[in-house]
Protein backbone atom coordinates (compact mmCIF):
# COMPACT_ATOMS: atom_id res chain seq x y z
CA UNK A 1 0.00 0.00 0.00
CA UNK A 2 0.78 3.73 -0.50
CA UNK A 3 3.15 4.94 2.35
CA UNK A 4 0.15 7.30 3.50
CA UNK A 5 -3.63 6.92 4.55
CA UNK A 6 -5.68 8.39 2.90
CA UNK A 7 -8.37 6.17 4.56
CA UNK A 8 -7.64 6.14 7.94
CA UNK A 9 -11.69 5.18 8.98
CA UNK A 10 -10.92 2.15 7.01
CA UNK A 11 -9.24 -1.44 6.38
CA UNK A 12 -9.05 -4.36 4.45
CA UNK A 13 -10.40 -7.59 4.90
CA UNK A 14 -10.67 -10.79 2.72
CA UNK A 15 -14.14 -11.98 2.21
CA UNK A 16 -15.64 -14.72 0.34
CA UNK A 17 -17.27 -13.43 -2.55
CA UNK A 18 -14.86 -10.95 -3.75
CA UNK A 19 -11.16 -11.36 -2.34
CA UNK A 20 -10.99 -8.51 -0.65
CA UNK A 21 -12.82 -5.53 0.47
CA UNK A 22 -12.87 -2.32 2.45
CA UNK A 23 -14.90 -1.93 5.43
CA UNK A 24 -15.27 0.31 8.20
CA UNK A 25 -12.80 0.48 10.93
CA UNK A 26 -15.79 2.82 13.22
CA UNK A 27 -18.76 4.09 13.02
CA UNK A 28 -19.11 6.31 10.16
CA UNK A 29 -21.74 9.40 10.18
CA UNK A 30 -23.62 10.10 6.63
CA UNK A 31 -21.33 12.73 4.78
CA UNK A 32 -17.79 11.66 6.96
CA UNK A 33 -15.28 11.94 4.65
CA UNK A 34 -13.99 8.29 4.15
CA UNK A 35 -11.02 8.41 1.41
CA UNK A 36 -9.46 11.43 0.34
CA UNK A 37 -6.95 11.89 -2.12
CA UNK A 38 -6.37 16.32 -2.04
CA UNK A 39 -3.63 15.42 0.24
CA UNK A 40 -1.39 13.20 -0.97
CA UNK A 41 0.10 15.47 -3.91
CA UNK A 42 3.29 12.91 -4.10
CA UNK A 43 1.39 9.47 -3.66
CA UNK A 44 -1.17 10.14 -6.33
CA UNK A 45 -0.32 12.26 -9.33
CA UNK A 46 -3.05 13.67 -12.29
CA UNK A 47 -2.61 11.92 -15.34
CA UNK A 48 -3.74 11.96 -18.86
CA UNK A 49 -5.13 8.38 -19.80
CA UNK A 50 -3.30 8.24 -22.52
CA UNK A 51 -0.05 8.15 -20.69
CA UNK A 52 -0.70 5.75 -17.96
CA UNK A 53 1.85 2.29 -17.94
CA UNK A 54 -0.33 -0.97 -18.44
CA UNK A 55 0.46 -1.85 -15.41
CA UNK A 56 -1.09 0.86 -13.59
CA UNK A 57 -4.35 0.37 -15.84
CA UNK A 58 -4.59 -3.24 -15.52
CA UNK A 59 -3.71 -3.07 -11.43
CA UNK A 60 -6.67 -0.10 -11.51
CA UNK A 61 -4.08 2.13 -9.74
CA UNK A 62 -5.79 5.14 -10.75
CA UNK A 63 -8.96 7.08 -9.99
CA UNK A 64 -10.95 8.64 -12.66
CA UNK A 65 -11.61 12.32 -12.88
CA UNK A 66 -12.70 13.50 -16.44
CA UNK A 67 -12.81 11.76 -19.92
CA UNK A 68 -9.07 13.49 -20.09
CA UNK A 69 -7.63 13.11 -17.44
CA UNK A 70 -6.99 10.14 -13.91
CA UNK A 71 -5.26 9.63 -10.73
CA UNK A 72 -3.20 7.18 -10.33
CA UNK A 73 0.25 6.48 -8.18
CA UNK A 74 2.51 3.76 -8.57
CA UNK A 75 1.05 1.35 -5.24
CA UNK A 76 -2.53 0.17 -4.38
CA UNK A 77 -4.01 2.13 -1.83
CA UNK A 78 -7.27 1.14 -0.12
CA UNK A 79 -9.63 2.95 -2.77
CA UNK A 80 -8.48 -0.01 -4.91
CA UNK A 81 -10.49 -2.62 -2.54
CA UNK A 82 -13.63 -0.69 -2.51
CA UNK A 83 -16.29 -3.69 -4.12
CA UNK A 84 -19.20 -1.66 -6.78
CA UNK A 85 -23.18 -2.28 -5.42
CA UNK A 86 -26.20 -0.48 -7.22
CA UNK A 87 -27.21 0.38 -3.34
CA UNK A 88 -24.01 1.56 -2.23
CA UNK A 89 -23.25 3.41 0.83
CA UNK A 90 -20.21 5.71 -0.19
CA UNK A 91 -20.96 8.29 -2.90
CA UNK A 92 -18.07 9.43 -5.60
CA UNK A 93 -16.96 12.68 -5.54
CA UNK A 94 -14.81 12.64 -8.32
CA UNK A 95 -13.82 16.36 -9.14
CA UNK A 96 -13.52 17.34 -5.59
CA UNK A 97 -11.09 14.04 -5.47
CA UNK A 98 -12.81 12.41 -2.19
CA UNK A 99 -15.46 9.57 -1.40
CA UNK A 100 -17.67 10.17 1.87
CA UNK A 101 -20.18 7.84 3.37
CA UNK A 102 -23.81 8.10 2.01
CA UNK A 103 -25.65 7.00 4.50
CA UNK A 104 -24.35 6.07 8.11
CA UNK A 105 -22.22 3.37 8.25
CA UNK A 106 -21.61 0.73 11.31
CA UNK A 107 -18.19 -0.58 12.68
CA UNK A 108 -17.14 -3.90 10.34
CA UNK A 109 -19.41 -2.72 7.42
CA UNK A 110 -18.11 -3.24 3.99
CA UNK A 111 -18.09 -0.15 2.08
CA UNK A 112 -19.18 0.04 -1.22
CA UNK A 113 -19.62 2.32 -4.35
CA UNK A 114 -21.56 2.13 -7.82
CA UNK A 115 -18.37 1.36 -10.44
CA UNK A 116 -20.91 2.84 -13.33
CA UNK A 117 -20.99 6.77 -11.45
CA UNK A 118 -16.53 6.33 -12.72
CA UNK A 119 -15.23 7.51 -16.14
CA UNK A 120 -13.53 5.09 -18.19
CA UNK A 121 -12.59 5.65 -21.53
CA UNK A 122 -12.55 2.14 -22.72
CA UNK A 123 -16.14 1.82 -21.67
CA UNK A 124 -18.79 2.44 -23.65
CA UNK A 125 -21.07 1.14 -21.31
CA UNK A 126 -21.55 -0.97 -18.48
CA UNK A 127 -21.79 -4.66 -18.61
CA UNK A 128 -26.02 -5.80 -17.77
CA UNK A 129 -24.66 -7.52 -14.23
CA UNK A 130 -22.93 -3.98 -13.02
Known sequence: LIEQDNGPLTYIKEIAYEGTGLFAQTDIEEGDIIIDYRPFKKSFYKIEWKDLRSSQYNK?????????????NDRACKFHYMNHSREPNCRWHIKELYITAKKRIKKDQELLIDYREEYRPN???WPEWI
Request: glycine letters at 0%; a positive charge.
Open 60 to 72: NWLVPVNEQYCLT
Open 123 to 125: RKK
